[in-house]
């Protein structure tokens, strides 16, 4: 298989990135609907016994040691360890780059769909009352974010705020996860894949960014982007690939075994024949 060109994959990377971010920004969903959604996932989790993420998100609040490098790991990790993995790939296994781009990429679209269909307010923007601190805002001192999400500080009308579900924080993370185990080839590479997608979940619940929900259903949605992919790719290969029909009839036509010309044909000049009992009388004998 003809190994990718760096400029295009680098140029389709852009497009559908630039698609997803502009497509959050067009469907950011109103208030009311977004908090509306967001409080009928956290009375699901507590009918269900479920709801993880008061817990951690009090324990990321009144333990600076872990909030503050969650709040650091949420905001840059995903837009640096995603493309790094993808150039890994793309440099050192070839072979499987293809398949792992299209699998994020079609993921990512998918995310794009949720977040337009189902507008959700996250644990961080709900009223107090519900018990959560936004860690982000507390520990904002300590990072470049502001009390809007990750964005930088000043940028937070740039980011679509109700974009919680699914969490494609934990999408990409497991798709870097799975990137890693397979195509690892030390254990530390391997528990690294492991851990980084369940580390990220934690995470995400912590700094009441998303529920636990939003993180289920960024796996669901790796799961769906999968299926796709691979139908995607079958049907890009089976447009590309000339049957065998039509490579018989494209193939040259034979002419006397491809170096003999049979009695009576004409020569090309210069080339050999086979010697008959015609061409030498003595031998017939």
């Not at 067009?26 to 009918?47: F, K, M, P, Q």
């Not at 993880?52 to 998100?57: D, S, V």
């Not at 995903?78 to 296994?93: D, E, M, N």
Request: contains cysteine; aromatic residues 10%.
């Amino acid at each position: 298989m003809r190994r990718p060109r760096w400029w295009a994959e680098l140029s389709l990377i852009g497009v559908v990135y630039a698609a997803y971010t502009g497509g959050r920004l067009l469907v950011r969903g109103d208030e009311s609907t977004a908090v509306g959604h967001g409080l009928a996932i956290l009375r699901a989790e507590e009918a269900l016994g479920i709801d993880a993420e008061h817990p951690l998100n009090r324990l990321f609040t009144d333990v600076p040691a872990l909030g503050i490098p969650a709040d650091f790991a949420y905001a840059s990790l995903h837009y640096l360890v995603t493309p790094a993995i993808l150039v890994w790939l793309f440099r050192r296994r070839p072979a499987h780059y293809r398949a792992a781009r299209t699998w994020l990429m079609v993921s990512t679209l998918l995310g794009l769909v949720g977040f337009t269909l189902l507008p959700t307010c996250p644990p961080r923007l709900l009223d107090a009352a519900y018990g959560f601190t936004d860690t982000m805002a507390h520990f904002s001192a300590y990072g470049w974010w502001g009390g809007e999400a990750s964005a930088p500080r000043g940028l937070g009308g740039m980011t679509n705020q109700y974009a919680a579900m699914p969490s494609l924080h934990v999408g990409w993370a497991l798709w870097c996860g799975v990137m890693l185990w397979r195509y690892g080839r030390t254990p530390l590479t391997k528990a690294v894949g492991a851990a980084y997608p369940l580390v990220t979940a934690v995470v995400v619940m912590g700094t009441a960014n998303h529920y636990l929900l939003d993180a289920v259903a960024g796996v669901a949605v790796m799961g769906l982007g999968l299926l796709l992919a691979s139908v995607l790719l079958r049907a890009l290969d089976g447009r590309g690939r000339t049957r065998p029909e039509d490579e018989a009839a494209e193939a040259p036509p034979v002419v006397g075994g491809g170096c003999e010309t049979s009695p009576g044909e004409q020569r090309i000049p210069g080339q050999r024949s086979v010697p008959t009992a015609a061409d030498h009388p003595t031998a017939a004998r």
